[in-house]
């Protein structure tokens, strides 16, 4: 499998849980500008939305966004319990996590990347997503997990995301359980090995 990414984007997430599941794959950044990949084809030809994260598949599937790809990365090794079982009501629920994290959290930070926007709406963003990392307090707070007792993938999107509010100038004081979440995560090995490798990559010319 490949991994097409760009650092401190959403593809975190699937690289984090690759290497959770000690998955064989291999990495290829894509400039987020230029929409290259670092050995030089058009990431629209690879994925025609031009975003990461991307995974292609040994037959040359490309599967892409990233909820679907980290269900996909869950089924492959269902014994590491990343997932519940797809087809039962705790698989629908995890989904209903995912899919709040996605249109709520990472929709609703997307914005205020945009230099265009004007700071009066970026206040009225940060407000919306102050209520909406609230009511993730709340589901931390029940056992440290955004499902179930351990870590999932909703865990490592949660995580990713989470990793974009200080540069966006999103307080979590408010919300010290969702900060100790992101302080234990970003301990795992798995986490430690995918951010380091991402950083990396920014120091090839």
Known sequence: ???????????????????????????????????????????????????????????????????????????????????????????TQLQAQLSFIGSELHAGMSPLFNDAIAEDAKVLLRQ??????????????????????????ADAYLFTVLGWTEHLRIDLTSFPTTERFRRSIAQRPCVVTAMRAEAESEQVV
């Open 128 to 153: 919306r997503l102050t209520r909406r990392l609230g009511y993730m307090e709340q589901v931390l707070a029940e056992s440290g997990y955004v499902y179930g007792d351990h870590f999932t993938i």
């Open 1 to 91: 499998m490949k991994l097409y990414f760009a650092p401190h984007a959403c593809s975190l997430a699937p690289h984090i849980v690759l290497r959770e599941l000690g998955l064989p794959f291999s990495l290829i950044r894509v400039n987020n500008q230029t929409k290259r990949t670092a050995d030089g084809r058009d990431f629209y030809q690879i994925n025609p939305k031009g975003y990461v994260a991307a995974l292609e598949l040994a037959d040359g599937t490309v599967l892409t966004e990233g909820a679907a790809i980290l269900q996909y990365l869950a089924d492959l090794r269902p014994e590491a319990g990343l997932a519940p079982a797809n087809g039962t009501l705790q698989r």
